[in-house]
């Protein structure tokens, strides 16, 4: 996760910390441009304000925090570009400036969800798939495509990825759950039936994968050790369509998956390339 996704999450910070996050979010080049004692008179706090910030994000100093910025500061400024991700076309425009639009809106979100990556995270989440006796993947309708995707994605190397798709069905499936087997939860902000599982889960010490959106408030972001994180930048209802959070969603998925076949890389390329040819041995019988 790079610098200023963590800077956007910060939640445990004085008020005078907080005012050199917000500093450094809205203002990054002139951030850079200052040295510690400029910073400290613009925004008004001490210099130790700033090296408890710097311990905070488990920086050694006020240069490592200026080289973090420095390093992400182009992808920081393309993510958050002036595109409404809610409705980034309009009707008076043309299918071309539409294409457009959309495109736009898919460069942004991958590379605001690759910002908010943790790959230590991903490698423990694919570690903690690898060793499950069971996996199951609980989603809402909106997104069963993409679970039933990453089930293919796991079947074509031979792991079977159960998928329940009613309410009632997940909240049998989470019943039977066990400490050896993983969830992996997909909810945007921890909606609908999600707390119900959440408690079914921690009631059978069932390890949860959560993957959910990187906003400040949302009430599922501490349940568990694994959490990977979809990007917010869409209103959870007021918009054209979840252009950007399906796309986050797929992303994050594909990595997940990519992670796990990484593990075993020759066994899975084999693995694949055996059942196909048996596919396709079978078809010309």
Do not use: W
Request: hydrophobic share 35%.
């Amino acid at each position: 996760m790079n610098i200023f996704a963590l800077l956007e999450q910060m939640n445990t910070i004085t008020k005078s910390e907080q005012r050199v996050v917000d500093y450094i979010l809205t203002n990054p080049y002139s951030f850079l441009s200052q040295n510690i004692n400029q910073i400290c008179d613009t925004c008004q706090v001490s210099r130790a304000s700033i090296y408890r910030l710097c311990q905070k994000l488990e920086l050694s100093g006020f240069s490592d925090l200026k080289l973090e910025v420095s390093k992400n500061i182009e992808s920081y400024l393309k993510e958050h570009d002036v595109l409404k991700f809610n409705f980034p076309f309009h009707k008076e425009e043309v299918s071309e400036q539409i294409i457009q639009k959309i495109s736009n809106d898919y460069l942004q979100t991958s590379a605001a969800t690759q910002n908010l990556m943790d790959t230590r995270m991903l490698e423990r989440s694919a570690k903690l798939l690898k060793n499950a006796q069971n996996i199951t993947l609980y989603s809402t309708a909106g997104n069963v495509f993409f679970a039933e995707n990453f089930q293919f994605q796991m079947q074509e190397i031979g792991i079977k990825v159960h998928v329940p798709i009613d309410d009632y069905q997940q909240r049998l499936s989470a019943a039977a759950s066990s400490k050896q087997d993983v969830a992996i939860l997909i909810s945007f902000g921890g909606g609908g039936s999600v707390q119900q599982l959440i408690q079914l889960f921690k009631h059978n010490h069932t390890p949860i994968i959560c993957i959910t959106s990187a906003q400040k408030h949302n009430p599922i972001k501490d349940i568990s050790k694994y959490v990977l994180y979809m990007t917010a930048q869409e209103s959870h209802y007021r918009k054209i369509s979840s252009f950007s959070t399906r796309l986050s969603l797929l992303y994050i998925l594909d990595c997940l998956f990519a992670s796990y076949f990484q593990l075993d890389y020759d066994n899975n390329i084999h693995k694949k390339l055996h059942y196909y040819k048996l596919l396709s041995n079978q078809q010309t019988i």
